[in-house]
């Protein structure tokens, strides 16, 4: 089955600054990759997705790109508020197959 | 409601007690799924639900766990005989279903504390 992994486990970095976390899935049959953003208490809320006939993606301070051959994906924040202060997970999904494999996520803390 | 709604939101139960919870999905989703989130892990992937297909148990831990969907839309996650291991957020999701790609929506949780 599919393998996700999500480095690094936790990111610091000050606000106004830039934080990258990045994905490497195992099946190259997989064809989706939504990241969601996890507050205290709450559940997973998805905040931007790629499929994999595009290579990148991007929704105002907030970038997605995907590397097939590599098999690799990424999320990227910039200009970064204390709000964005939460746990982000990786996903993937396969085509036929809407079940998602979950990295193991990422705890991002901007530093005011 | 406008989104996946889970019962009861806190559950604590002592060890051996049989827990039901419950999630309704959003309207007109015809796909549904159970994750469980152990303290500061990721999800783990439980069940999938999908129209009238047979379900995707491949998840269950172990035939103490097990899920029903009624009707197409309401379903509930029976966890029997619990033990402390079992202590997690079990999240339910929906989906518009049928591919690949349709936004799956997560609701809040159910938190269940097995003492």
């Known amino acids: 089955g599919e393998n996700v992994e999500q480095h690094p486990s936790t990111l610091s970095v000050q606000e106004g600054d830039s934080a990258v976390i990045k994905c490497t899935y195992s099946?190259?049959?997989?064809?989706?990759f939504p990241w969601y953003k996890q507050e205290l208490g709450k559940g997973p809320q998805l905040i931007i997705d790629i499929r994999s006939n595009v290579g990148e993606k991007k929704d105002q301070r907030i970038a997605v790109t995907l590397n097939k051959t590599a098999k690799h994906f990424s999320l990227h924040i910039t200009e970064t508020q204390p709000e964005d202060s939460a746990v982000y997970f990786c996903a993937a999904s396969m085509r036929g197959n809407e079940k998602l494999t979950f990295g193991t996520g990422t705890r991002l803390t901007i530093i005011p | 409601g406008a989104g996946v709604s889970q019962s009861p939101s806190n559950k604590v139960t002592e060890k051996g007690k049989d827990v039901e919870l419950r999630c309704d999905p959003i309207?007109?989703?015809?796909?549904l799924y159970w994750y469980r989130q152990s303290l500061g892990q990721g999800l783990e992937f439980l069940i999938y639900f999908q129209g009238n297909s047979a379900p995707d148990k491949s998840g269950l831990p172990s035939d103490r766990f097990s899920a029903e969907r009624t009707g197409g839309s309401v379903s509930t996650l029976t966890i029997q005989r619990t033990q402390q291991e079992d202590s997690a957020v079990y999240l339910c999701?929906?989906?518009?279903?049928?591919?690949?790609?349709?936004?799956?929506?997560f609701g809040e949780g159910s938190w269940l504390t097995v003492v």
């Open positions: 309207s007109g989703h015809t796909a």
């Open positions: 999701a929906s989906s518009l279903g049928g591919a690949s790609g349709n936004t799956i929506y």
């Open positions: 099946d190259s049959a997989s064809n989706y």
